[in-house]
């Protein structure tokens, strides 16, 4: 019998080790896997885990989820498109002590290059980002262009994880998932591009339950489902943003 | 002769004034979010969030909020009759992919050619963050950038190359501000309307640049 409830999030996190690469989903207040943060960071304490990198729209705010795995320094990259908050007080530190590398990407092509690696996609060319600092590498080189019917494309390569952690709303033992509003956000592209998905659920229903007309997110994408209480999302940290 | 600056109330209606019905819309965070609050009432139009919302309606009464249901500025928000959600990859590739009909943004600057710079100040030691822009710009069929035509130092943003790095380039085909419509043509630019009193030779002279009528 299939059954992809996990008892724990240390034992979905079983297979994290050193220099691996993180999906992190949720965008603002929105489908954050707060729960499964916190389980890593646990976990990353409990064995001393380095050398991540970690991909998330954002770089964390305040001192919770995101910021404080942050603040246990184990993450030695972000992948993101906007790090700068009211309240990233703990990445700005990080990186302006040269503890954390940054690999700033537009929003569109951080969720294709999501996309691009879990659809088995070599890499891709975008017409976002031609032109701007952006379509450089770390070290200053300009990434591949191309014209193609009188545009002009820049290649972008997809991001492969070892990890996803996202956030649904109910999931069966398949691992089927729904989501909720906003929440969705990145999780269903996340959760193909990971080698070990772990998604949170609020709610584990029996098998043949889920609308099938409505799964967003089919379980031959997900390892592990992992049921946390219902919390009410809260606001908060987000409102001067830029 | 005398004239009057638009007020942000004024230009979002104005902005508003240009949007049809039907018309598939991005709102930019900031200055531009006003100009759902001047859409005529009965007009169909509607509101894409980037971060997975087409048909999005106005903030919710205070004590309704769900912080589930947020905007791109991750303020809350609500959902029309025939709203929907989808995943980011999605959401792009309706900008991407050509399908959003307008776009309006807040710039730094842009150029007679349409170049916009919007992200980044490029100022030494500012971390820099980009979040949408890049694919907002250069994604839907029109951009349109709503600003003050003059920096708080009195220089013009529209420009004849951006000073600020570039979000996208060639992108932006109207400029709406507080004392003219503007619109980028291969020709250059183009007055659509400016604010009582203001001669199209002065804006001229306050651009910099040449402008056609």
Redesign the interface.
């Known amino acids: 019998m299939i059954n992809k409830i996990a008892p724990s999030i240390a034992h979905a996190l079983q297979g994290l080790t050193n220099d691996q690469t993180l999906l992190i989903g949720g965008f603002g207040t929105a489908g954050i896997p707060d729960e499964l943060i916190d389980g890593l960071i646990a976990v990353v304490q409990e064995r001393q885990v380095q050398g991540l990198t970690v991909v998330n729209n954002n770089a964390g705010n305040g001192e919770a989820g995101l910021a404080a795995l942050l603040k246990t320094g184990c993450v030695r990259k972000v992948i993101c498109s906007f790090p700068r908050q009211a309240d990233s007080y703990v990445f700005d530190g990080l990186y302006r002590s040269g503890k954390v590398e940054l690999e700033l990407v537009p929003q569109g092509n951080l969720a294709e290059r999501i996309r691009a690696a879990g659809a088995g996609i070599g890499a891709f060319f975008t017409p976002t980002g031609f032109g701007t600092e952006l379509a450089k590498h770390s070290d200053g080189s300009p990434k591949e262009t191309r014209e193609i019917n009188g545009r002009m494309y820049v290649l972008e390569h997809p991001i492969h994880a070892d990890i996803a952690l996202i956030k649904a709303e109910r999931g069966d033992r398949w691992g089927n998932l729904t989501y909720r509003k906003a929440a969705r956000n990145f999780g269903p592209v996340m959760a193909t591009a990971a080698k070990c998905t772990i998604a949170s659920v609020h709610e584990v229903v029996e098998l043949g339950s889920l609308d099938p007309e409505s799964i967003v997110t089919p379980g031959i994408f997900v390892s592990h489902v992992v049921q946390v209480p219902r919390v009410a999302t809260q606001g908060g940290g987000f409102k001067k943003e830029a | 002769m005398a004239y009057t600056r638009k007020t942000k109330d004024q230009m979002a209606a104005r902005v508003a004034q240009d949007i049809p019905e039907g018309a598939y819309v991005n709102l930019g965070?900031g200055m531009p979010t006003q100009v759902a609050n001047h859409l005529p009432q009965g007009l169909e139009v509607i509101l894409h969030?980037?971060?997975?919302?087409l048909g999005m309606g106005p903030a919710p009464v205070a004590g309704q909020?769900?912080?589930?249901?947020?905007n791109a500025?991750?303020q809350?928000v609500t959902?029309m009759p025939g709203g929907v959600?989808?995943?980011?990859?999605d959401?792009?590739s309706m900008?991407?992919g050509g399908h959003l009909d307008i776009c309006v943004l807040g710039a730094f600057q842009v150029s007679e050619q349409g170049d916009l710079a919007n992200w980044?100040t490029g100022e030494p030691?500012?971390?820099?963050?980009?979040?949408?822009?890049?694919?907002l710009a250069?994604?839907a069929k029109q951009t349109w950038v709503m600003m003050d035509l003059l920096t708080k130092q009195g220089a013009s943003k529209v420009v004849r190359a951006c000073s600020y790095?570039?979000?996208?380039?060639a992108c932006v085909k109207r400029i709406y501000t507080d004392l003219a419509t503007l619109e980028v043509t291969p020709q250059g630019l183009r007055l659509i309307d400016a604010v009582d009193g203001l001669s199209r030779d002065e804006l001229a002279q306050l651009v910099g640049l040449p402008i056609h009528g």
């Open positions: 965070i969030s980037e971060n997975g919302i909020e769900d912080y589930d249901l947020i500025g991750k809350p959902l959600f989808f995943h980011h990859a959401s792009f900008m991407r980044h030691g500012a971390i820099p963050a980009v979040g949408g822009a890049m694919d250069i994604g790095p570039v979000t996208g380039l």
